[in-house]
């Protein structure tokens, strides 16, 4: 009984912002970002001078909330299942589009599907880089292709997990390339790198900030990137659609998003400060130093973006298929 | 050596700048606190007060994220002793003797020496980690998945040493723990386990849960349902300072767990909680009264303590070395400084020796903070014991529900942790132990992943276990134990655990 009791006060007391809500002007309390991811991932440190820059220009509190679990399925169900009310947004990952993808494979209920959510804002899109250890001898992206062919399944790289970004990074390279790799998941971006650093695995498809401390140490080498046009980091790395795999593109990107059904008003408010907040020198400044270039897109031109993407990535969940069910 | 000594007075004259000490010391504090709120352990610690770095330059930064790093191993064994509580999952195995202690009106000794040992351990181990850190750095990489997995094999004869009484019973348990470690995604096939259309469950039954609910909850569970409350314990001030028996079995058990602990720690992956139970079975095989472990060895609180304390400085031996994210906490940190702008690898010392030397001599200064900071409050901490149980044990609960969500914002945590409190009940009223279940849920998902990734590595060919050199040292090392095991069996028919049993028999009529 006095559990009941005290439930109930608890509720009232959560719902008196929504009441404030519904008569004061947009922003009126504090929003959240959830970020799917633990703290130090790309998401998090994506969502933090965000967060910062759109309290500044909102002029009220905008606070990051990590949510993680199950490969960020965790974070993203709960946003999308959110009250549409502006108060609650998402700062996802590519992964996103894949989450929905996979529980199809497997013919489970979805957590989220992809139409539960509204893009806002693509933030920062970056390349996936081809790093391989510096003592293999393949010195350019067109060796290491001929060098799979000749040995199918012989070669190995390390990705984030399956079906994550850094595998579909791979998948979308070998389905391009029309190669076979031997593919060892791990448990995350951290663990990846280290299994090809302890010389584990041969390749790996990598976040450019991740590895260039590697690469300027001599310890990786990079092949080529994902990108549309060459990393300003890495000019002398190609892309592999200068090298002729114009499948193969792939990008790491983070973007925000609100739950559908979020009032038109509260959405051109958010995107309105969104577009002063990128400019804003508390996500500039990070954003540099992380050497993460900053890529913003808004309505349209996000949206086309977005779908390219989820295409692109569906079409390679289904490619790589159910693990189990492969045959020798 | 010269070079080394230089690079160290030019850390210290960064450590010990009035303003570094200052975040040091609040790091400290941090994580002491942060490590006495059961649940709550260094990994969200370090989650949690990362952003309220991101204003600070990047020594400061470390400095004081680390600082809470090895402040919250220091904290999390307050409440194991004093409540069977662990503060964060590698105090599990202090709650099972530093309780026992303090039943015994030993509170203030088991966090004395506790304090102690981290101490001695976290200094000690700082001196390796600057001395060897380049080339064993070099050395944890070379452990991959069959080398991890022949680790955790060893990890689990550990079993044989954590439980006196039946055999089977502690077998059973670890089973079960093992079946719950099953729980979540499959990370080789994407494939979502028992989940019962929970998205939370997708990463398993977090070991903090688990382990609070196990003990601490279950603990409480018990005490309110004996017919009599439990006599109030109140500690008198002499009693604080262990005696001088207690200091010198604790001696050789901190010098081992130290280097157990920083041989652990320095490999990839979730290490630091396996120290401690390493240490815990090794402090027990070579005791002379393995028959006190359990009900309050000041040996089985030495150990474990001083060897997560290590193994919190072994871990980050890659990452400072080589850039190396080794695990999560590690992570973070690399993260902390890439946000402000250094990129870690192994050029960090070279690009930027005043933070590396500044960061490692601020080690040696936090350890001593802390030390200096947990001897008074021992005596503090022990007048928690005097609270009279129906005030204790509610705010307990409050406090263990709070650090549970905490962790995650997850409410899905508080309702494992609730029923593994009411599963840990019944497991008591039948005698059954549950600090092999924690075990279990521990090593059962790395050992799944490592088995199996070893596979995908060698395309499903088993020799790729005895391929590897190190690899193969482990597994004879495991095989030999067992062997060992095996003959003592035979040839004495009864070993100490038949003796405990025996023992215990005869209690009861």
């Known amino acids: 009984m006095t559990i009941r009791v005290s439930a109930l006060v608890l509720a009232l007391v959560l719902m008196m912002p929504a009441f404030a809500a519904a008569q004061d002007a947009y922003p009126s309390r504090p929003i959240s970002i959830v970020a799917p991811f633990p703290p130090g991932g790309v998401a998090d440190l994506t969502a933090r001078p965000i967060a910062a820059a759109l309290e500044k220009v909102l002029k009220s509190p905008v606070a990051v909330v990590n949510k993680s679990g199950a490969a960020g399925a965790v974070g993203m169900s709960f946003v999308a299942n959110a009250k549409p009310d502006g108060y609650t947004l998402l700062l996802s990952l590519s992964s996103i589009s894949i989450i929905p993808e996979a529980d199809k494979l497997f013919g489970r209920k979805p957590a989220y599907t992809v139409d539960q959510l509204v893009p806002l804002a693509l933030l920062s899109a970056d390349p996936t880089i081809l790093v391989v250890r510096s003592e293999l001898p393949w010195k350019t992206a067109k060796e290491f292709i001929e060098d799979a062919k000749k040995r199918p399944g012989q070669i190995s790289y390390s990705s984030s997990g399956i079906y994550g970004t850094l595998h579909m990074a791979m998948e979308l390279l070998s389905h391009a390339a029309d190669i076979k790799l031997r593919h060892l998941p791990t448990a995350g971006a951290g663990p990846a790198i280290n299994a090809i650093l302890g010389g584990h695995v041969d390749v790996l498809a990598s976040g450019p900030a991740a590895v260039i401390a590697h690469i300027e140490s001599g310890k990786l080498r990079p092949l080529a990137s994902w990108g549309d046009k060459r990393h300003p980091a890495l000019p002398d790395v190609p892309t592999f659609r200068e090298l002729g795999y114009p499948g193969a593109e792939f990008y790491i990107w983070a973007g925000l998003f609100a739950p559908r059904g979020t009032p038109a008003p509260v959405v051109a408010k958010l995107n309105e400060a969104l577009r002063q907040a990128v400019n804003a020198p508390e996500f500039k400044g990070p954003m540099e130093k992380l050497k993460t270039p900053i890529a913003f897109k808004q309505g349209e031109e996000f949206q086309k973006f977005f779908d390219t993407d989820a295409r692109r990535l569906a079409e390679g969940v289904k490619r790589v298929g159910r693990i189990e069910e492969k045959k020798k | ?509």
Not at chain 2, 22 to 29: E, K, N, P, R, T
Request: aromatic share 8%.
């Open chain 2, 1 to 509: 050596m010269a070079e080394t000594l230089q690079n160290l007075y030019l850390g210290f004259s960064v450590a010990l700048a009035p303003d570094i000490l200052l975040y040091a010391f609040a790091g400290c504090l941090i994580g002491t606190l942060v490590g006495v709120l059961p649940g709550v352990g260094p990994l969200a610690g370090i989650s949690l007060l990362l952003p309220a770095t991101f204003g600070l330059d990047a020594t400061r930064a470390i400095v004081m994220l680390a600082g809470i790093y090895y402040g919250a191993m220091y904290g999390g064994s307050t409440t194991s002793i004093l409540m069977r509580i662990p503060g964060e999952a590698a105090s599990v195995m202090t709650c099972i003797d530093g309780y026992a202690m303090a039943r015994k009106g030993r509170a203030g000794a088991a966090l004395a020496i506790a304090a102690v040992g981290s101490y001695v351990a976290g200094t000690v181990s700082i001196v390796l980690l600057m001395f060897l850190a380049p080339p064993l750095a070099a050395f944890a990489l070379r452990f991959g998945p069959p080398e991890y997995l022949a680790l955790l094999l060893l990890g689990l004869l550990v079993l044989a040493y954590m439980s006196g009484g039946s055999m089977v019973k502690s077998l059973a348990m670890a089973a079960l723990g093992l079946l719950l470690g099953m729980v979540g995604i499959d990370q080789m096939s994407g494939y979502f386990r028992f989940h019962y259309g929970l998205v939370e469950l997708g990463d398993g039954l977090g070991v903090v849960p688990v382990a609070v609910g196990l003990f601490g909850v279950a603990e409480i569970l018990t005490t309110a349902g004996q017919a009599k409350p439990p006599e109030v314990i109140r500690p008198r001030l002499r009693e604080l300072l262990p005696s001088r028996r207690e200091w010198r079995e604790s001696a050789a058990p901190i010098g081992r767990g130290t280097f157990l602990g920083f041989l652990i720690g320095i490999i990839p992956g979730s290490a630091h909680i396996i120290s401690s139970f390493v240490s815990y079975a090794v402090e027990r095989r070579l005791s002379r009264r393995p028959e006190e472990f359990g009900k309050g060895a000041v040996a089985g609180v030495a150990g474990p303590e001083s060897a997560n304390n290590s193994a919190t400085s072994g871990a980050l031996v890659p990452m400072l070395a080589l850039g190396v994210p080794s695990g999560p906490i590690p992570a973070i940190l690399l993260a902390a400084m890439m946000v402000h702008g250094v990129s870690p690898g192994p050029l960090l010392i070279r690009q930027q020796p005043e933070l590396f030397w500044g960061f490692i001599a601020s080690m040696y200064v936090g350890n001593l903070v802390l030390l200096i900071l947990n001897l008074p409050l021992v005596g503090l901490f022990v007048n928690v014991l005097r609270v009279p149980y129906p005030y204790l044990y509610p705010a307990i609960l409050a406090f263990a529900i709070l650090g549970v969500y905490a962790v995650n914002s997850s409410v899905i945590d508080v309702w494992i942790m609730l029923l593994m409190g009411a599963l840990g009940y019944v497991l008591r009223k039948l005698d059954f132990e549950t600090a092999p279940i924690v075990l279990g849920v521990v090593l059962a998902p790395m050992i799944e992943m490592s088995l199996r990734q070893s596979l995908a590595l060698s395309d499903g060919h088993y020799g790729i276990f005895l391929e590897r050199p190190i690899a193969v040292t482990l597994l004879a090392v495991g095989l030999v134990l067992v062997l060992f095991n095996l003959w003592s069996f035979v040839r004495r028919g009864l070993d100490w655990r038949a003796r405990i049993a025996l023992a215990e028999k005869g209690e009861q009529t």
